[in-house]
C-alpha cells in the first residue's frame, strides 16, 4: 500500500490509510472501520466493523473488549464477557490413523479481549521449524503423550479457522454465515449471544475460505465453562468449511438490573413493616447490580384503621340524628306560624269579634276555645304554670278571642 508523487519514488501509506482516489494522498479510514488489504484504493477500502465491535488504533481488525449490550424482544441486555476472555481449549473426539495410532483434534478458542492482546495458538512440535498459528480460534491435530510412551504432546498440522472478527449479535445469520439453531437445542429462555469469525485462507473444498461461530448460551447452573461441539458433527464441522461451537457458563448470562429482582413486602406487625427483596426465579442473570438491604419502615395497622372507621361512623350518625331533630323542631314551629297566618286572614280588618263566654257550658271542651294559644315550649308552660296562680289560689289561664286581637285572661 503505497502513494506516489511526482518526482520521486513509491513511498509506503501509514497504517489504516488508504490512497484517495485520483490523487497520490494517503487518507486515514474512520473510526470503527479496518483497510481492506485486497482494495486499498478509494473510501471503499475502508470496511465498517460489524455489531458490538470496534477497530483497533492502526484500522487493521475490528475487536470485541467483551462488552456489548443487545436488545431482545424490547429488553435491553447488558454482558460482560471478560471471564470467558482467557484461551481456552476444546478436545474432540478420538479418531485413528490406518496404523491405528490415536489422535485428537485440538481447537484453541481465545473469545474476546482489549486491543492488543493475544490471541489463541496453535503449533507444530513435530518438524525443526516449529510453526505457529496464531488467531481467534485455531485447530491442529494432537496426539496424547501416553501414546507409544511419548513424553510430550505432539501437535502438528495448525491451522486457523477464524482470523478475522465479524461481529456479535443474537441473529442467526449476519455476513452470509449461518449459526443454525437446530445444532444446538435446549435453549435457556435468554437468547445466545453468537460471535462470527472468518477465515481469509482459501482451499480447494473452501473457496471463500472458512467460517467459524460461537454461541454463547447462559448457564446459570453451570459451575464451570463447558465447551461442546454439535452431536450431529463431532469434529466441528459437517462440510470442512463451517465450524460451530457451544459454549455454556454462568458467567455468559446477562448482567443483573432493576428488572431481575422483586420485592416482598411483610404484614403491618405491631407497627413495623419489612421489605425484603430476593432474585426471580429462575435466575437468567450474574454479576451486575446486587440485591438490595432490606427495609423497614413504620405503618399502621388494620385495627387502627377498624377502631378509627367505627368512631368516624359513629360521631357522623349522632351528627345526622342531631340534625334532623334541628330540622323538625324547626318544621314544626313553620307549621304552627302558617296555620295561625291563615286563620288571622280570614277575619276582616277592623271587626270586633263577639265577646266569647268565660264559662265552659256543659260538654264543651275548653280545648275548643283554646285553639289559638301561643305555642309555647316546655320550660315556657312550666314557667306560665308557676307564675300565673292568683293569689286566692286559682290558676290563670290565657284566652285569646278568635280575631287574634284582643287577649283576655280569666280567673277560675
Not at 263 to 273: D, L
Amino acid at each position: 500500500l503505497g502513494s506516489a508523487e511526482s518526482g520521486s519514488s513509491c513511498v509506503p501509506c501509514p497504517p489504516g490509510h488508504y490512497i484517495v482516489s485520483g490523487s497520490s494522498a494517503c487518507k486515514q479510514c474512520p473510526p470503527n472501520t479496518f483497510i481492506s488489504p485486497d482494495q486499498p484504493v478509494g473510501k471503499q477500502a475502508c470496511i465498517p466493523c460489524g455489531p458490538n465491535t470496534n477497530s483497533n488504533e492502526l484500522r487493521s481488525a475490528c475487536y470485541s473488549d467483551c462488552k456489548l449490550e443487545v436488545v431482545h424482544e424490547g429488553q435491553s441486555l447488558e454482558y460482560d464477557f471478560s471471564p470467558l476472555s482467557n484461551t481456552t481449549s476444546l478436545q474432540s473426539g478420538p479418531r485413528f490413523t490406518s496404523r491405528g495410532l490415536k489422535y485428537f483434534n485440538l481447537f484453541s478458542i481465545s473469545l474476546c479481549g482489549n486491543e492488543g492482546r493475544k490471541l489463541a495458538s496453535c503449533v507444530d512440535n513435530i518438524t525443526e521449524s516449529r510453526r505457529e498459528v496464531a488467531a481467534h480460534v485455531c485447530q491442529s491435530a494432537v496426539i496424547p503423550s501416553d501414546v507409544r510412551g511419548l513424553k510430550t504432546v505432539v501437535s502438528s498440522q495448525p491451522f486457523s479457522i477464524a482470523d478475522r472478527l465479524i461481529g456479535i449479535t443474537t441473529d442467526t445469520v449476519l455476513d452470509y454465515i449461518t449459526s443454525p439453531e437446530d445444532l444446538f437445542p435446549d435453549k435457556t429462555p435468554r437468547p445466545d449471544v453468537i460471535f462470527y469469525f472468518r477465515s481469509l485462507e482459501v482451499t480447494q473444498a473452501c473457496k471463500t475460505g472458512r467460517a467459524t461461530t460461537i454461541r454463547v448460551r447462559c448457564d446459570p447452573e453451570s459451575v464451570q465453562h463447558q465447551l461442546s461441539l454439535p452431536s450431529k458433527c463431532h469434529e466441528g464441522t459437517c462440510d470442512g468449511c463451517s465450524f460451530h461451537f457451544l459454549w455454556r457458563s454462568r458467567q455468559a448470562c446477562p448482567l443483573c438490573s432493576k428488572n431481575d429482582y422483586k420485592e416482598i413486602v411483610s404484614a403491618c406487625i405491631q407497627g413495623i413493616q419489612r421489605t425484603t427483596y430476593v432474585w426471580q426465579e429462575p435466575r437468567q442473570c450474574a454479576g451486575g447490580v446486587s440485591l438490595p438491604e432490606q427495609k423497614v419502615s413504620a405503618c399502621v395497622t388494620m385495627d387502627f384503621w377498624l377502631k378509627f372507621g367505627v368512631s368516624t361512623g359513629t360521631l357522623t350518625a349522632l351528627l345526622l340524628v342531631a340534625i334532623s331533630c334541628y330540622f323538625w323542631k324547626k318544621t314544626r314551629k313553620l307549621e304552627y306560624k302558617y296555620s295561625k297566618l291563615v286563620s288571622n286572614s280570614s277575619i276582616k280588618d277592623c271587626e270586633l269579634p263577639a265577646a266569647d263566654s268565660c264559662a265552659i257550658m256543659e260538654g264543651e271542651d275548653a280545648e275548643d276555645d283554646l285553639l289559638f294559644l301561643t305555642k309555647k315550649s316546655i320550660f315556657g308552660k312550666m314557667k306560665s304554670f308557676t307564675n300565673k296562680r292568683t293569689s286566692d289560689g286559682f290558676d290563670s289561664v290565657p284566652l285569646k278571642s278568635s280575631s287574634g286581637l284582643n287577649d283576655m285572661e280569666m280567673d277560675s
